[in-house]
């Protein structure tokens, strides 16, 4: 039974889909051409109302075309009046400019006829005008004897006398006015630091005398046969003159350090009394050490009175072997000491560095330690041991600028030399000897002699003044102002002297006359 019903079921079954599927497919289709006919409605809607859309829209766009070609056509219309305007201003401009330019042609010729006119005026008077001068000329020239260019000679001597005399009281009152106004300033930069620095001066010569207990002892230094003085002489390289002075042995010699050891040496050995060759080395080697001890300290003293710190040990040395160096007499370190000390207070009085001033005033002169040893100047050799000795290039251009052998480069080196020869040039600090000083009273009249219209001259003040007597008849009195001025810049190129040199140039005219 229950087959039956599941037989009955599928059979069912079997028979109903396809009816179903018959049934859904005819449904679908129905569907689909009824959605399918609406659809073509809707787009036979849509397609109308785009067209109708579009008619309207092509309608607006020719309007605005239309409105937008009217309004340029308008705008074109507008420009064109415009500039038919302003080109009918411009021609009208134009023409009125035409017209000034006309009017102004007419007066131009009317000017240029009358210029000619003037022109033929002007010149027939100056025609005229010549014509009376020259007769005024020959009148001139008949009324005073001279010809025209005799008249122009005489007129441009005047004239050159004028300008002459005028450049001569221009130089004399600008000369006057510097100088005035130099000397106040340099006057009290010197007087503040010379009165500042106090330095003592040591003259020394080439010879030493070393005093003797007795007259016996000079037999004893001379020894038997001269043994003894030669080989004093040979270790020390000095002459020793044994003569009838009482009790005194003169050194000599130019080296001022062998001299110091020789006496040395030479007191030691009459302290000790026993002189014999072999006493005699050995005593000279003490005596060199002593003075190699003595040099050290000077140095070390040198650079600690002047505050300088720093120097070189070697540079210490030579600083010391300066304290046996003179200069005209002027003991070397002495005289460096007091330029380092006179160009700390320069340098102070200009606001410049106080130590770099002193250094290179304390080692100017460092090349006159070795210049007895070395080939030469004391300025290259002092130069080059600073280089040597890595010194500042401040103080290396003091050192070669001091005596104007090489340009100053910065204004510590101007303050050295002046300093240097300040010192130098103080009372006392140093002297010639007779023979310099000779020579340079004769280079000094010869000089002032060579001058034409200079009858004699005398140089007097120890050569500080020459005093030149001129011709009357031949130098002026405003030529005096002017050879004057030549004759001191002639000294001051030709010339090397301490200080300055006064020049008095005198000009004197004398009327005699007898009573009979």
Same mark, same amino acid.
């Given at each position: 039974?229950?087959?039956?019903?599941?037989?009955?079921?599928?059979?069912?079954?079997?028979?109903?889909?396809?009816?179903?599927?018959?049934?859904?497919?005819?449904?679908?289709?129905?569907?689909?051409?009824?959605?399918?006919?609406?659809?073509?409605?809707?787009?036979?809607?849509?397609?109308?109302?785009a067209l109708t859309t579009a008619e309207t829209k092509k309608r607006e766009a020719l309007l605005e075309?239309?409105?937008?070609?009217?309004?340029?056509?308008?705008?074109?219309?507008?420009?064109?009046?415009?500039?038919?305007? $302003?080109?009918?201003?411009?021609?009208?401009?134009?023409?009125?400019?035409?017209?000034?330019?006309?009017?102004?042609?007419?007066?131009? $010729?009317?000017? !240029?006829?009358?210029?000619?006119?003037?022109?033929?005026?002007?010149?027939?008077?100056?025609?005229?005008?010549?014509?009376?001068?020259?007769?005024?000329?020959? !009148?001139?020239?008949?009324?005073?004897?001279?010809?025209?260019?005799?008249?122009?000679?005489?007129?441009?001597?005047?004239?050159?006398?004028?300008?002459?005399?005028?450049?001569?009281?221009?130089?004399?009152?600008? $000369?006057?006015?510097?100088?005035?106004?130099?000397?106040?300033?340099?006057?009290?930069?010197?007087?503040?630091?010379?009165?500042?620095?106090?330095?003592?001066?040591?003259?020394?010569?080439?010879?030493?005398?070393?005093?003797?207990?007795?007259?016996?002892?000079?037999?004893?230094?001379?020894?038997?046969?001269?043994?003894?003085?030669?080989?004093?002489?040979?270790?020390?390289?000095?002459?020793?003159?044994?003569?009838?002075?009482?009790?005194?042995?003169?050194?000599?010699?130019?080296?001022?350090?062998?001299?110091?050891?020789?006496?040395?040496?030479? !007191?030691?050995?009459?302290?000790?009394?026993?002189?014999?060759?072999?006493?005699?080395?050995?005593?000279v080697e003490k005596a060199k050490k002593e003075v190699e001890s003595k040099i050290k300290e000077e140095?070390?003293?040198?650079?600690?009175?002047?505050?300088?710190?720093?120097?070189?040990?070697?540079?210490?040395?030579?600083?010391?072997?300066?304290?046996?160096?003179?200069?005209?007499?002027?003991?070397?370190?002495?005289?460096?000491?007091?330029?380092?000390?006179?160009?700390?207070?320069?340098?102070?009085?200009?606001?410049?560095?106080?130590?770099?001033?002193?250094?290179?005033?304390?080692?100017?002169?460092?090349?006159?330690?070795?210049?007895?040893?070395?080939?030469?100047?004391?300025?290259?050799?002092?130069?080059?041991?600073?280089?040597?000795?890595?010194?500042?290039?401040?103080?290396?251009?003091?050192?070669?600028?001091?005596?104007?052998?090489?340009?100053?480069?910065?204004?510590?080196?101007?303050?050295?030399?002046?300093?240097?020869?300040?010192?130098?040039?103080?009372?006392?600090?140093?002297?010639?000897?007779?023979?310099?000083?000779?020579?340079?009273?004769?280079?000094?009249?010869?000089?002032?002699?060579?001058?034409?219209?200079?009858?004699?001259?005398?140089?007097?003040?120890?050569?500080?003044?020459?005093?030149?007597?001129?011709?009357?008849?031949?130098?002026?009195?405003?030529?005096?102002?002017?050879?004057?001025?030549?004759?001191?810049?002639?000294?001051?190129?030709?010339?090397?002297?301490?200080?300055?040199?006064?020049?008095?140039?005198?000009?004197?005219?004398?009327?005699?006359?007898?009573?009979?």
């Amino acid at each position: 039974m229950l087959e039956i019903i599941i037989a009955t079921v599928i059979v069912s079954l079997l028979i109903a889909v396809p009816v179903t599927f018959v049934l859904a497919r005819n449904y679908v289709r129905k569907q689909n051409d009824e959605k399918l006919g609406s659809a073509e409605e809707k787009a036979r809607a849509i397609i109308d109302e785009a067209l109708t859309t579009a008619e309207t829209k092509k309608r607006e766009a020719l309007l605005e075309a239309k409105e937008e070609n009217i309004k340029a056509r308008n705008d074109l219309e507008k420009e064109i009046r415009d500039r038919r305007g $302003e080109v009918q201003r411009n021609e009208r401009r134009v023409q009125q400019k035409e017209e000034a330019i006309d009017r102004k042609s007419d007066t131009l $010729e009317r000017k !240029e006829q009358s210029l000619a006119s003037r022109e033929d005026s002007l010149h027939r008077k100056q025609e005229e005008i010549t014509r009376i001068h020259e007769q005024k000329v020959q !009148e001139l020239e008949r009324i005073s004897g001279l010809t025209s260019e005799q008249a122009k000679e005489y007129l441009l001597k005047t004239v050159e006398e004028d300008v002459k005399h005028d450049s001569a009281i221009m130089i004399k009152e600008m $000369e006057a006015e510097a100088k005035e106004e130099a000397d106040k300033k340099a006057r009290e930069y010197v007087i503040a630091a010379i009165q500042r620095c106090a330095a003592d001066h040591v003259s020394e010569a080439t010879i030493s005398v070393v005093q003797l207990p007795n007259d016996e002892m000079k037999g004893r230094i001379i020894g038997r046969e001269g043994r003894n003085i030669r080989t004093l002489e040979t270790m020390t390289g000095v002459d020793l003159i044994i003569d009838d002075t009482p009790e005194a042995v003169v050194i000599s010699g130019f080296d001022p350090i062998r001299r110091e050891t020789a006496r040395i040496a030479l !007191e030691k050995l009459i302290v000790d009394g026993r002189i014999h060759p072999a006493r005699i080395e050995e005593m000279v080697e003490k005596a060199k050490k002593e003075v190699e001890s003595k040099i050290k300290e000077e140095g070390e003293a040198a650079t600690l009175e002047v505050g300088v710190h720093g120097v070189h040990p070697e540079l210490v040395r030579l600083l010391g072997k300066m304290h046996y160096r003179t200069s005209y007499g002027q003991n070397a370190l002495k005289h460096s000491i007091e330029v380092a000390q006179l160009s700390g207070l320069l340098a102070g009085e200009l606001s410049l560095d106080v130590r770099m001033a002193k250094r290179a005033g304390l080692l100017h002169d460092i090349g006159k330690a070795v210049d007895h040893e070395m080939e030469g100047s004391h300025v290259q050799l002092g130069a080059d041991l600073c280089r040597k000795y890595k010194e500042n290039p401040i103080v290396i251009n003091a050192v070669e600028s001091h005596h104007g052998d090489a340009e100053a480069t910065n204004l510590i080196s101007c303050i050295v030399q002046a300093a240097d020869t300040i010192s130098a040039a103080r009372p006392g600090a140093r002297r010639e000897t007779l023979e310099t000083y000779t020579t340079r009273l004769k280079q000094l009249e010869d000089i002032t002699n060579s001058f034409k219209g200079v009858s004699n001259s005398y140089a007097i003040q120890a050569g500080r003044e020459v005093r030149v007597m001129v011709v009357p008849e031949q130098i002026s009195d405003t030529d005096m102002v002017l050879l004057a001025h030549d004759i001191s810049k002639r000294i001051e190129g030709e010339m090397e002297y301490p200080g300055q040199i006064k020049v008095n140039v005198i000009r004197e005219s004398r009327v005699t006359d007898y009573a009979k």
